[in-house]
């Protein structure tokens, strides 16, 4: 079955980095929409990023964009999202989710399935 599963969270000081990984397995790593969403306790979920697997280029969030990169790996059927410049609003539980067989991609898709989530904290 389709399994996502994040790890490389953790607690880091402002201005640090961290990068998160999703490695996917169940299905085939080809029109494929992955996505990394993160939420904060009391917030609605928030995206982050986006990427299509055929193509090359990933889509951000107005709050992320131009910290954080959203990178795949056909290979290892594994999404990264490096992220750097943490600020404290960055804490959150950040999930990845994927929508397979799309020729689409990006927040507003439907993200069938989902990992259990990697807890990010950004000390001040």
């Known amino acids: 079955q389709v399994q996502l599963v994040e790890s490389g969270g953790g607690s880091v000081q402002a201005g640090g980095s961290l990068r998160l990984s999703c490695v996917t397995s169940?299905?085939?790593?080809?029109?494929?929409?992955m996505g990394w969403f993160r939420q904060a306790p009391g917030k609605e979920r928030e995206g982050v990023a986006t990427i299509y697997s055929d193509a090359g280029y990933a889509t951000y969030g107005d709050s992320v964009r131009g910290r954080f990169t959203l990178s795949q790996d056909h290979a290892r059927n594994t999404v990264y999202l490096q992220m750097n410049s943490l600020k404290p609003e960055d804490t959150a539980m950040y999930y990845c989710a994927a929508e397979l067989h799309v020729n689409t991609c990006g927040f507003g898709r439907q993200f069938d399935y989902w990992g259990q989530g990697t807890q990010v904290t950004v000390a001040s």
């Open positions: 169940g299905f085939i790593y080809s029109r494929t929409c």
